[in-house]
C-alpha cells in the first residue's frame, strides 16, 4: 500500500512524493523517500543532460524517481531511462510519476538491488551512455559497478552525502572507505571533491578505465562529481597520472602538490600534514558546464546556475585554496572584505577568485606569502 501522496513539481515535471517528505526537516526513508531539498541536485543532473544528450541513462538508486523520470521528461524526447530501485513502495511512486509525465514507454522499471544490476552489465554490451548513482552515505560500494556499467565516453555522476568522512573529521572511516588519508584543512570541500575523484580513478584503474572530471560541486550535505569513462589500460594509466597529494605546512602554512605523500615541510622544516590520494588535475569540461549554466539560468534554477557558475576558471589555480577565517583568526584582525584581498592579488599580478567550494575559501596562483601579505594590507584599510 502506497503511502500519502502529494504532487509537487520540479522543472516540468510533476512528482508524487511522499506527503511527508515535504513537511518533514529529515524526510523518512521509509516506506518511500524523497529529499525535496536535493532539487539542486536533480536540476543540475537535467541540465547536464540537456547538454550531453545521452541515448540511454541508468538511474542506479530510483527512489520514487525523481530524476529519472525528469530525465526523460526534460532532458530528451528520446532518451530511454533506466530506474533500478530495490524498495518495492518507491518503485511502485516511480511508475506512478512516470505515467504521470507521459514517459513510461520510455522508462524500464527495475525491482532489483542496485549494486547487483551495476555488476551485471560487467562485460556485457547492454551499458549506458550516462550512469547516476546517488546513495544514502558513501557512494564507495557501487564505485566499480557504476563504472563497469558505462559505456566508453558515457558520463558517470555521483553522490557523497558522508561529506564529514572525506572532509577530515573521521580519518580513520575516510582510510577504510576510500584508501586515502585526509585531514582537515582549509580547503576541506575540494579536498573531499578531489578524494572522491582520486577514488573513482583507482577503482577505474583495476578494471582499465580512467576517468575525465566534468564538474563537481558542494552543496549542503553533499558532494557531487560527474566524469567521463575512457576505457583502456593507456586511458586508466593516464588518469591515475592525475593522482597525487596535497601537503599543508603547520608552521608556515605552505601548501604544495607532491607525487607522494612527505613529512615535512620543503620551506621551512615543519610538520607536513598530506591529504591523498586525491585528484590533483583539471576538474571542469569548461564548455559543457558553460552549456549548461546558461540552460539553468534561463529556467531560474538559482542554485544550479550558481553551482556550475561558479567553477568558471577554477582549473587556472593550484588543487587547493585558503581559507579567509582560517588566515584572519590566526591574525588576530577582524574580518577582511573578501574582494578587497582579491583585487590586491590582482593588482600584483596575481590571480585570484573564491574557492567555489567554500563560502570563505581564496583561489589564487599566489603563494601563502603573498596571500598573507594582502590580507594584512587589507586589514589596514
Request: glycine share 8%; proline share 4%; net charge positive.
Given at each position: 500500500?502506497?503511502?500519502?501522496?502529494?504532487?509537487?513539481?520540479?522543472?516540468?515535471?510533476?512528482?508524487?512524493?511522499?506527503?511527508?517528505?515535504?513537511?518533514?526537516?529529515?524526510?523518512?526513508?521509509?516506506?518511500?523517500?524523497?529529499?525535496?531539498?536535493?532539487?539542486?541536485?536533480?536540476?543540475?543532473?537535467?541540465?547536464?543532460?540537456?547538454?550531453?544528450?545521452?541515448?540511454?541513462?541508468?538511474?542506479?538508486?530510483?527512489?520514487?524517481?525523481?530524476?529519472?523520470?525528469?530525465?526523460?521528461?526534460?532532458?530528451?524526447?528520446?532518451?530511454?531511462?533506466?530506474?533500478?530501485?530495490?524498495?518495492?513502495?518507491?518503485?511502485?511512486?516511480?511508475?506512478?510519476?512516470?505515467?504521470?509525465?507521459?514517459?513510461?514507454?520510455?522508462?524500464?522499471?527495475?525491482?532489483?538491488?542496485?549494486?547487483?544490476?551495476?555488476?551485471?552489465?560487467?562485460?556485457?554490451?547492454?551499458?549506458?551512455?550516462?550512469?547516476?548513482?546517488?546513495?544514502?552515505?558513501t557512494p564507495a560500494p557501487y564505485m566499480q559497478g557504476a563504472l563497469t556499467?558505462?559505456?566508453?565516453?558515457?558520463?558517470?555522476?555521483?553522490?557523497?552525502?558522508?561529506?564529514?568522512?572525506?572532509?577530515?573529521?573521521?580519518?580513520?572511516?575516510?582510510?577504510?572507505?576510500?584508501?586515502?588519508?585526509?585531514?582537515?584543512?582549509?580547503?576541506?570541500?575540494?579536498?573531499?571533491?578531489?578524494?572522491?575523484?582520486?577514488?573513482?580513478?583507482?577503482?577505474?584503474?583495476?578494471?582499465?578505465?580512467?576517468?575525465?572530471?566534468?564538474?563537481?560541486?558542494?552543496?549542503?550535505?553533499?558532494?557531487?562529481?560527474?566524469?567521463?569513462?575512457?576505457?583502456?589500460?593507456?586511458?586508466?594509466?593516464?588518469?591515475?597520472?592525475?593522482?597525487?597529494?596535497?601537503?599543508?605546512?603547520?608552521?608556515?602554512?605552505?601548501?604544495?602538490?607532491?607525487?607522494?605523500?612527505?613529512?615535512?615541510?620543503?620551506?621551512?622544516?615543519?610538520?607536513?600534514?598530506?591529504?591523498?590520494?586525491?585528484?590533483?588535475?583539471?576538474?571542469?569540461?569548461?564548455?559543457?558546464?558553460?552549456?549548461?549554466?546558461?540552460?539553468?539560468?534561463?529556467?531560474?534554477?538559482?542554485?544550479?546556475?550558481?553551482?556550475?557558475?561558479?567553477?568558471?576558471?577554477?582549473?587556472?589555480?593550484?588543487?587547493?585554496?585558503?581559507?579567509?577565517?582560517?588566515?584572519?583568526?590566526?591574525?588576530?584582525?577582524?574580518?577582511?572584505?573578501?574582494?578587497?584581498?582579491?583585487?590586491?592579488?590582482?593588482?600584483?599580478?596575481?590571480?585570484?577568485?573564491?574557492?567555489?567550494?567554500?563560502?570563505?575559501?581564496?583561489?589564487?596562483?599566489?603563494?601563502?606569502?603573498?596571500?598573507?601579505?594582502?590580507?594584512?594590507?587589507?586589514?589596514?584599510?
Amino acid at each position: 500500500m502506497l503511502p500519502k501522496l502529494a504532487l509537487t513539481r520540479e522543472g516540468s515535471t510533476e512528482l508524487f512524493v511522499p506527503a511527508e517528505s515535504l513537511r518533514a526537516k529529515d524526510p523518512k526513508t521509509f516506506p518511500a523517500f524523497f529529499n525535496p531539498a536535493a532539487r539542486v541536485n536533480r536540476d543540475v543532473s537535467v541540465a547536464v543532460a540537456r547538454a550531453t544528450r545521452p541515448a540511454t541513462f541508468l538511474d542506479a538508486l530510483a527512489g520514487t524517481g525523481a530524476r529519472g523520470v525528469r530525465i526523460a521528461k526534460e532532458a530528451s524526447e528520446s532518451a530511454k531511462v533506466t530506474l533500478v530501485e530495490f524498495n518495492a513502495t518507491s518503485l511502485a511512486i516511480a511508475r506512478k510519476n512516470a505515467k504521470r509525465n507521459g514517459v513510461y514507454s520510455r522508462c524500464e522499471m527495475v525491482h532489483e538491488e542496485s549494486n547487483a544490476y551495476l555488476h551485471s552489465r560487467f562485460g556485457r554490451l547492454e551499458r549506458f551512455e550516462a550512469v547516476d548513482v546517488d546513495p544514502f552515505g558513501t557512494p564507495a560500494p557501487y564505485m566499480q559497478g557504476a563504472l563497469t556499467a558505462a559505456d566508453d565516453g558515457a558520463l558517470v555522476s555521483i553522490t557523497a552525502t558522508d561529506t564529514a568522512t572525506l572532509c577530515g573529521v573521521y580519518p580513520t572511516v575516510a582510510l577504510r572507505r576510500y584508501g586515502a588519508r585526509v585531514v582537515k584543512s582549509e580547503f576541506a570541500h575540494e579536498a573531499a571533491i578531489r578524494v572522491l575523484l582520486g577514488f573513482c580513478a583507482r577503482v577505474g584503474g583495476v578494471v582499465d578505465i580512467g576517468v575525465e572530471p566534468v564538474a563537481a560541486h558542494s552543496t549542503l550535505h553533499y558532494l557531487r562529481v560527474y566524469f567521463r569513462v575512457a576505457r583502456g589500460a593507456a586511458k586508466s594509466d593516464r588518469a591515475l597520472g592525475n593522482v597525487g597529494h596535497v601537503a599543508s605546512c603547520v608552521a608556515c602554512h605552505r601548501v604544495t602538490v607532491t607525487a607522494d605523500p612527505i613529512k615535512a615541510c620543503a620551506e621551512c622544516g615543519g610538520k607536513a600534514r598530506c591529504i591523498g590520494p586525491q585528484w590533483v588535475g583539471n576538474l571542469v569540461d569548461e564548455k559543457l558546464v558553460a552549456e549548461a549554466a546558461k540552460d539553468c539560468s534561463r529556467q531560474g534554477w538559482t542554485g544550479a546556475a550558481g553551482a556550475l557558475g561558479a567553477l568558471e576558471g577554477v582549473d587556472a589555480f593550484p588543487p587547493f585554496g585558503y581559507s579567509m577565517e582560517a588566515i584572519t583568526s590566526r591574525e588576530g584582525v577582524s574580518s577582511v572584505r573578501f574582494q578587497s584581498v582579491v583585487e590586491l592579488l590582482r593588482s600584483s599580478g596575481r590571480s585570484a577568485m573564491r574557492q567555489p567550494f567554500g563560502s570563505s575559501g581564496l583561489k589564487t596562483d599566489a603563494p601563502y606569502s603573498e596571500v598573507l601579505s594582502s590580507v594584512r594590507q587589507s586589514a589596514r584599510g
